[in-house]
């Protein structure tokens, strides 16, 4: 049976989880997701989970925010965070995703990803993680139909496109329009901002696009996923539709995502992913691929 824990500074392992007891959740990041995620585990929305800490590049952010919860978590730096938890849910900026993941996966704590663009480029983390004995879960986060893609994925699929249309709000401060030389101000109708493979769209649009990632991750990878991305001043939501045809058919799949009002560049159905996640992992039940 798999078990989970931590190590302390003598390197020894001092506590074991088995996979069906109750899960002791950390959340690393205090934005939209992270509070979402961590209000609905105090809530006790997710009965196989509890909220046992957080942390946040800022510390006292976060504190502030964890009083206002029923049963407050300790807020602790990541390193401390550690030996208190078995998952992490990781809802910080892409870039922090390396720091985060190497302090999980080095201890064995298994790795809930949000920023699962930040991952394409981490064949070390998946070493990492199984040198450790550690998973990595990556949610569908703002999309549907992982499940048929990953089905498909079991035989030939000879492509995957994706077309991705954002109020323009929903695209500020990426590099991918600086590179496109569009200024979102002026925008007035459809305008697109990128077409290529997932790989690079994931660079250049690393708070945008995550949905692209795991697409690629459950079919044919990012090198050989495509996406288009525009900038469309016509939607209020942000709009994905995925094309897959291979020997077994084809597969169309089309989502309307609400921005989070606090945050347009993150459709709120990523956070509810993530509790979807944390539901599946503490179930005795699976359903779906």
Known sequence: MKCH???DTANRWHYYVPMNAVRS???AGCGTIGRKVATDLDSGAVPGARLAAITSRDLDKARRFAATLDAPPPVVSLAEMMPLVDLVVEAAPAEAL???ATATLSVGNDLMVLSCGALLDGSDLFDLAERNDATIFVPSGAVAGLDGVASAAAGRIDSITMVSRKPPDGLRG????DAAGVDLDSVDEPTLVFDGPVMEACRLFPANVNVSAALSLAGIGPHETSIRIYADPTVSRNTHEILAEGEFGSLTIKIEN???PSNPKTGILTALSALATLR????HVQIGT
Not at 280 to 283: A, D, N, V
Request: aromatic share 4%; hydrophobic share 50%.
């Open 5 to 7: 824990g931590a190590f």
């Open 25 to 27: 959740i950390g959340i």
């Open 280 to 283: 599946r992992i503490t179930s």
């Open 258 to 260: 609400v921005p989070s």
């Open 98 to 100: 390396a720091d985060i």
């Open 174 to 177: 990426a590099p991918g329009i």
